[in-house]
Structure formats: structure tokens, C-alpha cells
């Protein structure tokens, strides 16, 4: 398993940074495939329990927002709107849905209900692949900001998840949500805040050393990258949750050595939006 990870990173992380170099739409058209695996992921590990995702309600909401992030990033009003607006698309789209399809057929009591609230659910938390596109195209510090933010966020992720399982498989002992995912653990976890940080803090001095990041101190890049990182986790751990409610090891095996989509994007689904509602607060404009 170890090799497979070592493989799929050695593979993977190039790839993922020169996307974020390049942005545009090919970093666009990959955040949207990864979306729509992961949303496919999801409406498979949900099926296994009998609860039915209404794929034709929650992919083209989805996708719409999400190309709509690419399109309206430097309107947040518009996107807030736009977000709003497909979220109701979806709930109401798949009451309307139940209305004709399977109708006259038994069903069992609450599984409609189930069924249009893992259609919102699903879509809700796979619209979160719009975050990292929006501060792909942040640029009100510089032209490279954006890109910077992006690169120095992958990096805490990765930093995190990386250290938090070699030192956790070695060295854990204490686990942290047993009944959740037992072989996560408090050793783990605190080791993984550390590498997040080293490795946060060596992205944004790299890229400042070549111009190619906003003037921030690097003692903020650490204490930023701490909350990300440990924030990353309970992303991670929210998955489990789903993971084991559902009975299912991984939601894919697209990626070997880690899973599928979700299993790979979940630390980043939770912490891309508090990046970006951080960068809103903190500079104002995107």
C-alpha cells in the first residue's frame, strides 16, 4: 500500500501543481472531473444502502455552479446568488422528480425523503470543488496571488495527510475517533499539524523567494497553516463518518494507494472554503 501511495504522489503531485501553475481552463476542466467523479463516487457508496441520488438533479446542478464559479470569481455577490440559487434548484428538483418517477410502485416509508436529501447533500458538498477555483483566481494582492494561496493550500493538505499516516502507522498509539476510523490517531494527527506547517511555510517561502507570492510573514503562513491542517483532518474524519455509516472501505480505486476521488479531495473540500472566506475577510476583494 505504502508503494502504491508513494507511486500515485510521485505521479499526482507534478501533475496537480502544474494545473495550478498553468490555471485557467485547464486546471478549471480538471476541478470540474474530479467533481463530477467524486459526485459519482458518492451516489454509488449511497446506493449500496438502497438511498438513491438523483444523478439528473445533482450533476448539472452541480457542474452549473460550479462552472459558473470559474466564470463569476471576481463577483461574490453573483456567486452567493448563483449558490442560493442552485441549492433550491436541487431540493425542489428532486421533489418534483419523485412526483413521476416510480409512481404507482411500493417504495418504503421515508425512502423519497432519503432519497432528496442525499440528492441536496450530495450536491452541497461537491459544489465545494468550486473554492479552489475561486482562489485559483484570486488576484487582488498580484497577479500571482491566487496561484500562490492554491499551491501553499495543496501543500498544508498534502503535508498533513502524509505525515499524519507514516507517523500515525509507526508511531500511533492513542486513537483519536476509534468508532469513527480506528486507525487514525491523537500521534498522528498532532505530527500531521506539524508537517502541514513545514510544509506550508517552505511553499510560501519558496515562491516569495521568486516573486511569486503576496508579502505575508511567514510566522502568519504558520499559524494559518495550523488551523488548515488541523481543520483538514475533521474534513477527513467527516468522511469517515460517511465511509463507515455506509460500510464501504473507500468511496473508489481511481487513485491507487488512497482511494477514489473523495477519499483523496475530502481535507480539501473542508478547507478550500475556509481559505477563501478567510482571503475575503482579511483583503476584502477577490
Do not use: N
Amino acid at each position: 500500500m505504502v508503494r502504491w501511495r508513494l507511486l500515485s504522489a510521485a505521479v499526482g503531485i507534478p501533475v496537480g501543481v502544474a494545473l495550478v501553475w498553468v490555471g485557467g481552463v485547464p486546471f478549471a476542466v480538471a476541478v470540474w472531473a474530479l467533481a463530477a467523479m467524486g459526485l459519482w463516487e458518492l451516489a454509488q457508496g449511497l446506493r449500496q444502502r438502497d438511498i438513491v441520488v438523483l444523478k439528473e438533479i445533482a450533476f448539472p446542478c452541480t457542474l452549473a455552479w460550479l462552472v459558473g464559479a470559474h466564470r463569476a470569481h471576481d463577483a461574490p455577490a453573483a456567486l452567493f446568488h448563483l449558490w442560493v440559487g442552485m441549492a433550491a434548484l436541487t431540493l425542489f428538483g428532486s421533489m418534483t422528480a419523485h412526483i413521476f418517477w416510480r409512481r404507482g410502485e411500493p417504495v418504503p416509508a421515508g425512502w423519497r425523503l432519503h432519497s432528496i436529501a442525499a440528492t441536496v447533500f450530495s450536491a452541497l458538498y461537491i459544489s465545494m470543488f468550486a473554492f479552489p477555483l475561486l482562489l485559483r483566481h484570486w488576484s487582488a494582492q498580484g497577479e500571482g496571488a491566487g496561484r500562490a494561496i492554491v499551491l501553499t493550500l495543496l501543500a498544508t493538505v498534502w503535508g498533513t495527510d502524509a505525515t499524519a499516516f507514516f507517523v500515525g502507522t509507526h508511531m500511533g498509539k492513542h486513537p483519536i475517533a476509534p468508532q469513527v476510523s480506528p486507525g487514525k490517531t491523537v500521534e498522528g494527527a498532532l505530527s500531521g499539524i506539524a508537517g502541514g506547517v513545514v510544509a506550508a511555510v517552505l511553499c510560501w517561502w519558496v515562491l516569495s523567494a521568486f516573486k511569486a507570492a503576496p508579502s505575508v510573514p511567514l510566522p502568519t503562513v504558520a499559524l494559518f497553516a495550523v488551523v488548515v491542517s488541523a481543520v483538514g483532518q475533521l474534513g477527513d474524519l467527516g468522511k469517515s463518518v460517511l465511509k463507515r455509516d455506509l460500510g464501504i472501505k473507500d468511496f473508489g480505486a481511481l487513485i491507487p494507494g488512497h482511494g477514489g476521488v473523495l477519499d483523496r479531495f475530502d481535507s480539501l473540500l473542508i478547507t478550500a472554503p475556509l481559505v477563501y472566506f478567510t482571503a475575503l475577510w482579511r483583503w476584502g476583494a477577490p
